[in-house]
């Protein structure tokens, strides 16, 4: 019997991050639920193992800390033996109605930088030398079809989209580094899915989570530096 690959969610405890725990757990991954409070991460990796979803664990990550990004993944690779796929979900969206690109308020910039990509970038480099040691890892980074500068005809939310844009970016150079590896980096869309963060929505969360979890179980075979949504290549 193979050993179960080893999930890392971050921003796990609620809305798409913790329906692709959910997900994942039930194809038969260890899941690792990551959340800034330790004590809410593990919170909802108990109610999600009383549900019947199999192996999921909560851990205290933030992505804003390069400390606790290090030692997040020294203690996960130390307990699980790996660390296989890093879901990159963790992330904030702060601009406001007001917020306009010709009079930005800094401090939100900074700090959804920060977040949507420093803390991707962070526990991206800290999951690929464990990826590198396997020659298996998949990588898989939340973001939003807000970025596509094809599609984009708006001024709202520019933190957020320039934080989502260089995420795709990221995305793609990553890629390109570790081509060849066994390890797969891309980019996904959830669409405008009902959570916390989008109330109004209508999508549901199971869907919202699909092609993440899609990507984060890619054979060998499958897409790298790419951008999706619903399963098929989203325009950059």
């Known amino acids: ?49 009383a549900e019947g979803r199999g192996f999921v664990v909560g851990a205290r990550l933030d992505v804003r800390d390069a400390e606790s990004v290090r030692a997040a993944f020294a203690s996960i690779a130390r307990s699980h033996g790996s660390v296989d796929v890093l879901v990159n979900n963790a992330g904030v969206a702060i601009d406001g109605s007001g917020h306009r690109p010709s009079a930005p308020d800094f401090s939100r910039v900074e700090k959804t930088l920060d977040t949507n990509l420093y803390g991707a970038w962070r526990c991206a480099a800290a999951a690929v030398p464990f990826m590198l040691d396997r020659g298996y890892g998949r990588i898989v980074n939340l973001s939003t079809t807000m970025a596509s500068l094809e599609l984009t005809t708006t001024s709202e939310s520019p933190a957020y989209r320039v934080s989502k844009v260089s995420l795709n ?4 150079v990553l890629a390109a580094e570790v081509e060849g590896t066994g390890i797969l980096v891309n980019a996904v869309s959830p669409g405008y899915t009902r959570t916390d963060m989008s109330p109004k929505a209508t999508r549901p969360v199971a869907a919202g989570a699909d092609t993440a979890v899609w990507l984060a179980t890619l054979p060998a075979d499958g897409p790298t530096g790419g951008f999706f949504y619903e399963r098929a290549p989203l325009a950059w």
């Open 1 to 49: 019997m193979s050993t179960p690959r080893v999930a890392v969610v971050t921003g796990g405890n609620r809305g798409i991050g913790r329906e692709i725990c959910r997900q994942l757990a039930d194809l038969g991954l260890h899941v690792v639920l990551t959340a800034r409070d330790e004590a809410r991460a593990k919170e909802a990796a108990r109610e999600l193992v």
């Open 169 to 172: 970016m990221l995305t793609r």
